[in-house]
């Protein structure tokens, strides 16, 4: 059964920084692009950062560029996203997503994944 399993999530300060992990179990991420979402109270999912499953493509929503970081360790099936210079408008549920690499096509959009986790809480608060 393909799954994916988020983890790293909490409660931060703003300023602070996290490290959230994708881990995928019944399949190999080595095929397959990841896509980093995250949805707020009363908001759409939004993309905040994908990687092609060669991890030669990375791409970002402008409100994060320059303080995430998403990179991939196909050895370990674990996709990673380091989050730096945390804000208050960080505040949301994260999602991994994976979609076949033959079939992405670059979009960073909800609509180009096909496999979804359960999503971690990053809480940024004083």
């Known amino acids: 059964q393909l799954q994916l399993v988020e983890s790293g999530g909490g409660l931060v300060q703003p300023g602070g920084s996290l490290r959230l992990s994708c881990a995928a179990s019944?399949?190999?991420?080595?095929?397959?692009?990841i896509g980093w979402f995250r949805q707020a109270p009363g908001k759409e999912r939004e993309g905040v950062s994908c990687?092609?499953?060669?991890?030669?493509?990375?791409n970002y929503a402008d409100s994060v560029k320059g303080r995430f970081t998403i990179s991939r360790d196909n050895a370990k099936n674990t996709v990673y996203l380091q989050m730096n210079s945390l804000k208050p408008e960080d505040t949301a549920i994260y999602y991994c997503?994976?979609?076949?690499?033959?079939?992405?096509?670059?979009?960073?959009?909800?609509?180009?994944?096909?496999?979804w986790g359960q999503g971690t809480q990053v809480t940024v608060s004083s």
């Open positions: 997503a994976a979609a076949p690499g033959v079939a992405y096509q670059g979009m960073c959009v909800p609509d180009s994944f096909d496999y």
């Open positions: 019944g399949f190999t991420l080595d095929y397959y692009a």
């Open positions: 990687i092609s499953s060669s991890g030669g493509s990375t």
